[in-house]
């Protein structure tokens, strides 16, 4: 069982003996890439190491990748893999305790890796952090109010994920560190125990989902191991959103494709029969909605389906390996999903109780 425990802060290890991999895929990411690695570079406090994986890019970011040579590691790739195998790869490339999964159209204020990393240590079964993500316009033009990106990652029962606080006024509500369901990977810091525990057949990220709800899956496979995920406002940053709610019309087809596919994959992988006996009807429900949508207002995701059947003998047997290694109770995991931001106080949290007959294991997925 893991025992959820709050260091106190005589407890810190040194931070001069902590090393961060930022891992950054990129895909014609010009527009961008140069502000946010001179932020990576701005940051304060905390030893880095930088790996950065182009998905063959055409416009200018290979030449402004090039200008910090010597600075970061690149790994080209010859065509685009999906931003789930690219940083899949980054992952793989660092031996860092700490691993900041980062969007190129992300922009750190100086602080933010530092707070990450403090927050994390304060327990050591955080699995993973994020920070208070604001809204900034494309090109990082700053927006007129300030508003909410992400605070954390929360679950529906209708199995649907959203970012906490989005597009809410940057006031009083989420002043305090908790304890969330996970984290956007638009900046998002694992640990390296974490990622090497429920990593399966090597890859922290799912390969077949390639862009689109793979933090989600993340986030969902954690709990089920009893990672947990800790939200802190001490770290800021700014966040370029191209998807969100509502704006399908607006997304390229491709990535509304991938979306339905991912939802059902994620499903297929995560979703344990008592959560299906809960909450059935909105289930059920939101999938009647997303097959009909897709029948009569967005025939080119019906793709999805065929590619969700081509994709489920391999989820199936992932499936069987997180399962076979659950360390939660339904009731645990069933207290996240909620029609409301579900959260809980990071002081005096307590334990997580074990699934019955469920032991944790000593060997990690990856080796499975």
Known sequence: MRLRRVLEMNEFPDMADTTVCVSITTYNSGRYI????DAVFGQQGV?????????????????????????????????NEGFAAAQNQAIRASGAEWVLCLNPDVLMEPGFIRGLVETGEMDPDAGAVCGKLLSIGPGFQPLEKRRIDSTGMYFTPAMRHFDRGWHEPDGNRFEHPQYVFGA???????????????????????????????????????????WSCIYTPAAVAYHVRTVTPGSRRAVPAIINMHSVKNRFLMRIKNATPDLYRRYWLPMTARDLLVVGGCLLAEPSSLVAFWQVAKGFRSAWRQRRLIMSR??????????????????????????LEPAAGMLEADVSLSAL
């Open 34 to 37: 140069r502000r946010c690695l």
């Open 47 to 79: 030893r880095l190491e930088v790996v950065v994986v182009d998905n063959a890019s055409t416009d200018a970011t290979r030449e402004i990748l090039r200008d910090y040579r010597g600075s970061i590691r690149v790994i080209y790739n010859h065509r």
């Open 184 to 226: 956007s990977a638009a900046a998002v810091l694992y640990r390296r125990q974490m990622i090497d525990d429920i990593s399966v057949e090597g890859d922290l990220f799912d390969p077949d989902f390639f862009a689109y709800r793979e933090d989600a899956d993340v986030a969902w496979r954690a709990q089920l191991l009893g």
């Open 326 to 351: 659950r360390r939660v109770s339904d009731e645990a995991l069933a207290r996240w999903f909620s029609f409301q931001p579900a959260a809980e106080p990071l002081n005096g949290a307590t334990a």
